[in-house]
């Protein structure tokens, strides 16, 4: 999925690019990519390096959600399929 379609799917409103759930469901792609990449190329250490920033990112931003709204937090954690 590109960057474009998944601001799209998860935006909030037409003019919402940087919500907390749209930022969260771009960091999942990054991840899920990198993740991938890592499965061929098992020494890219500066690569899991990025792998773990971004997941330690996304977790702060799924923290944050959690305390702000619990239920785009749930309804998130469904779309994207992540374990709570």
Request: hydrophobic fraction near 30%.
């Amino acid at each position: 999925m590109t960057k474009q379609e998944t601001i799209t799917k998860f935006r909030r409103s037409a003019k919402d690019c940087g919500s907390s759930s749209v930022q969260i469901a771009l960091l999942t792609e990054e991840i899920k990519s990198i993740s991938e990449h890592l499965k061929t190329y098992k020494k890219d250490f500066a690569g899991r390096l990025g792998l773990m920033k971004k997941v330690g990112r996304r977790r702060r931003l799924l923290n944050y959600l959690k305390r702000t709204d619990l239920d785009e937090y749930n309804k998130l954690l469904k779309r994207l399929e992540l374990r709570k």
